[in-house]
């Protein structure tokens, strides 16, 4: 359900009169730090509460972002929701009604981001949380280039995915523990019956060796002709999110497997001990998850 994909943010730029990529903190002839810039924009679009572009009917709000200067990290709550159609919610437990949602309401669904900037360096790293497979890389994307449009021509942030098995050397070497992934079709007698107990339940295919065992590294189902690739294969056939638990030097990640995922992005699964409040993730815990995921990057 909830899930960090990894970017790296760059800006192509002139060096001494030749095209390349700066120092985040010396952007446009060094007239522009990328920390001082990102954080004037969102806490302008703070102030301004509730945007609702004309042109899309998405509601958008960035909120609590916290700006931290001497370890130059912006972090906080970039809230969306759709709205344009009404529908009637119902109580999952019991199936009576609860509400009405007009046409002019919007769900706002809180999505994390967070960004070290380093001084630097000419690549800093960008956290986005999804849930449930949403996630706000285009939105943020987007609105940080329109700004970037008004106050540096013809330049624009890059954010690119940050591909987690090639980045890191630790992760390549885990050792794969525990496989699950999500049936593509369920048999319908079976999704009635569990419909009946919760709308909401997911149903999923668990994979464990014995004691003790494992499933090979993570570099070893990118590998053609392993038996750790031909599981893969077999597993797409009839899965989906499928993920890996991974272990390395006492360290634990879940990480998104599949050829769709494998060699050009990273999706990070929540760890068991993300805490949640009401469905969504708590402050304390989803930055902790961040800090662990930028220390593997180095970054």
């Not at 009637?88 to 994390?112: C, L, Q, R």
Request: proline share 5%.
């Amino acid at each position: 359900m909830h899930t960090i994909h990894p970017y790296k943010i760059s800006m192509f730029d002139k060096i001494n009169g030749q095209g390349g990529y700066p120092n985040l903190g010396a952007l446009n002839g060094g007239k522009i730090d990328a920390f001082i810039f990102i954080k004037d924009w969102i806490d302008n679009l703070q102030k301004k509460g509730m945007i609702s572009p004309k042109d899309k009917q998405i509601s958008i709000q960035y909120k609590d972002f916290i700006f931290d200067l001497k370890n130059r990290r912006i972090y906080g709550w970039l809230y969306t929701g759709d709205y344009g159609t009404a529908n009637t919610i119902y109580k999952v437990s019991d199936g009576t009604h609860a509400y009405d949602k007009t046409e002019d309401n919007a769900e706002m669904i809180p999505h994390f981001v967070y960004l070290v900037l380093p001084n630097n360096k000419s690549k800093g790293l960008v956290l986005l949380h999804s849930v449930k497979n949403s996630g706000v890389k285009t939105i943020f994307t987007e609105m940080l280039n329109a700004q970037c449009a008004k106050n540096i021509p013809d330049r624009r942030f890059q954010i690119n995915p940050a591909p987690y098995n090639k980045a890191l050397k630790l992760w390549r070497e885990a050792i794969a523990k525990e496989i699950k992934a999500v049936p593509k079709n369920m048999p319908s007698d079976l999704a009635d019956k569990v419909r009946k107990i919760n709308v909401e339940a997911e149903t999923l295919v668990t994979i464990k060796p014995p004691i003790r065992g494992n499933f090979g590294k993570w570099s070893d189902f990118e590998k053609k002709g392993t038996p750790q690739a031909e599981l893969l294969e077999v597993l797409e056939n009839d899965y989906q999110n499928i993920t890996a638990t991974l272990q390395s030097n006492g360290k634990t990640r879940k990480i998104r497997m599949g050829t769709s995922v494998t060699n050009e992005i990273c999706i990070i699964e929540a760890p068991d001990d993300l805490k949640l409040i009401g469905g969504n993730p708590e402050l304390a815990s989803i930055l902790q998850w961040c800090e662990d995921i930028q220390a593997d990057f180095n970054t």
